[in-house]
């Protein structure tokens, strides 16, 4: 049973992993809670923890792994038509700049219910040392589709460190969503002088783009318009265990 400010923080998690793939800092959770300390936060997610209902991972900032949620609600916080929850492979992030290392539980149901679509791996994107632009299509995964909303996806398998603080690993898989432009905060692929392809966080300073890593070994780059073009959005994350 939990109290109402440990499910409130639960479905917070789990609303923003369902949207960014990147779960909430603990200030973003102490204004979403409408608490005074970080540290009543802390207490609530060493309650969650106790409880089961999520897991975090060691060594990794904001790395929190939802599990499970009560009985009887879905990953929207609405009640699903099967009442169980369990966890998947699947995260909100794309290459190395989610903001987790959190793993986005997936919403069990019968086969006949759920809809899946085939994501084309198209290569590799680096986090951290440039490596070339992405590729072709090398194969494909599956995904739930109401995982993935409206657009066209593409995935592409993540190399380098320099988005771990974002909980993005190397070997991680990202899923991005193919769009032109993003809000700054949002984790991209930029295609950097159409011959380099990296995932990093987008900043907008004025008439420049930043691209920051999510490492302190790595610096931010600041490039003109005229040599970024937004590939995608990062909005899934998969993982092998």
Do not use: C
């Amino acid at each position: 049973m939990l109290t109402r400010k440990q499910f409130e923080l639960l479905r917070f998690i789990q609303e923003r992993l369902r949207e960014s793939g990147v779960p909430p800092s603990f200030d973003e959770m102490k204004d979403a809670l409408d608490l005074r300390s970080k540290s009543g936060i802390h207490r609530l997610i060493m309650a969650l923890e106790e409880r089961g209902f999520i897991r975090r991972l060691p060594n990794r900032a904001r790395a929190l792994e939802i599990i499970k949620l009560p009985e009887g609600v879905g990953a929207g916080g609405q009640p699903t038509a099967r009442g169980r929850f369990s966890p998947s492979i699947v995260q909100g992030g794309l290459g190395k700049d989610s903001g987790l290392g959190k793993v986005r539980p997936v919403e069990t149901a019968s086969d006949d219910i759920r809809t899946t679509i085939a994501i084309p791996v198209m290569g590799r994107i680096a986090a951290g040392t440039p490596i070339s632009a992405i590729q072709s299509r090398s194969h494909s995964v599956a995904l739930p589709a109401d995982m993935l909303g409206a657009g066209e996806h593409f995935a592409l398998e993540v190399r380098g460190d320099s988005m771990v603080d974002a909980g993005i690993l190397d070997g991680d898989t990202v899923v991005i969503r193919k769009q032109d432009s993003a809000n700054t905060g949002d984790i991209i692929v930029a295609l950097i002088d159409d011959e380099e392809a990296t995932l990093k966080r987008l900043r907008k300073r004025g008439s420049s783009i930043a691209l920051e890593a999510a490492n302190p070994a790595y610096e931010t780059r600041v490039l003109g318009p005229d040599r970024v073009k937004i590939q995608g959005r990062l909005v899934n994350l998969m993982r092998r265990y």
